[in-house]
């Protein structure tokens, strides 16, 4: 069974680093592409990025480029969402998912329980 | 960038009655060399992930109930649910991942009941 487990919630200062993580399991882990998407409370979801496992090739939303950066641990099987310096406004639930198939033009079927971000 | 704009923004429907809710794409989604439309539904309830309904613009996902349809090709596609039941109350989003890795979101349908 394709499992997709996130990491627990999160409360943080404005300014401060946070590491968010996304473990895969059920699947061969490098062969599919991982997604990350943002919810902002009572909003709609937006495309932050997306990374393949096995090469680590990945790519950003505009919107996010150059704020987040999307990492991958093969070994653990492991994908990551991580911010250097917390805004206010990247307050929001986060969620990963997998493609259905190895290509990147592919739809999301399997999702992570998503991870709330707070920061006050 | 695809914009994906839904319509309407919510609908409230009787039970047992017909919800329809529209998807249009900034440009088409249809991809000619396999004729296919990178289109899928989602549906998410309060409180939890979103759960893929229909990809491919029609393919029904295994286990989904067979009163959820889609239609549509190009840059206009619909949702439709048949006969509405109470645990279909729920937003509703279409996303395009024909320009993937750049993929897009509608801004989602509030479906209640009347």
């Known amino acids: 069974e394709v499992q997709l487990v996130q990491s627990g919630p999160e409360v943080k200062k404005p300014g401060e680093s946070l590491k968010i993580s996304c473990k895969g399991s059920?699947?061969?882990?490098?062969?599919?592409?991982i997604v990350w998407v943002r919810q902002m409370p009572g909003k709609g979801l937006e495309w932050v990025g997306v990374?393949?496992?096995?090469?680590?090739?990945?790519r950003y939303s505009s919107s996010f480029q150059g704020h987040v950066t999307i990492s991958v641990d093969k070994s653990i099987t492991t994908a990551y969402l991580q911010w250097y310096s917390l805004k206010a406004s990247d307050a929001a639930m986060y969620y990963c998912?997998?493609?259905?198939?190895?290509?990147?033009?592919?739809?999301?079927?399997?999702w992570g329980q998503g991870t709330l971000v707070t920061v006050s | 960038d695809i914009v994906m704009t839904q319509s309407p923004d919510s609908l409230a429907v009787s039970l047992g009655e017909r919800a329809t809710i529209n998807c249009k794409s900034s440009?088409?989604?249809?991809?000619?060399?396999?004729?296919?439309?990178?289109l899928a539904w989602y549906q998410q309830k309060p409180g939890q992930p979103p759960q893929m309904l229909i990809s491919?613009?029609?393919a029904r996902e295994s286990g989904v109930p067979d009163r959820f349809s889609g239609s549509g090709s190009g840059t206009d596609f619909t949702l439709t649910i048949s006969s509405l039941q109470a645990e279909d109350v729920a937003v509703y989003y279409c996303?395009?991942?024909?320009?993937?890795?750049?993929?897009?979101f509608g801004q989602g349908t509030k479906l209640e009941i009347k």
């Open positions: 059920g699947y061969t882990f490098t062969n599919y592409w």
């Open positions: 440009q088409s989604v249809l991809y000619r060399s396999n004729n296919k439309n990178y």
């Open positions: 996303q395009q991942y024909y320009s993937a890795p750049l993929y897009s």
């Open positions: 998912a997998r493609t259905s198939g190895g290509a990147v033009a592919a739809p999301t079927p399997y």
């Open positions: 491919w613009a029609s």
């Open positions: 990374i393949y496992p096995d090469d680590s090739d990945t």
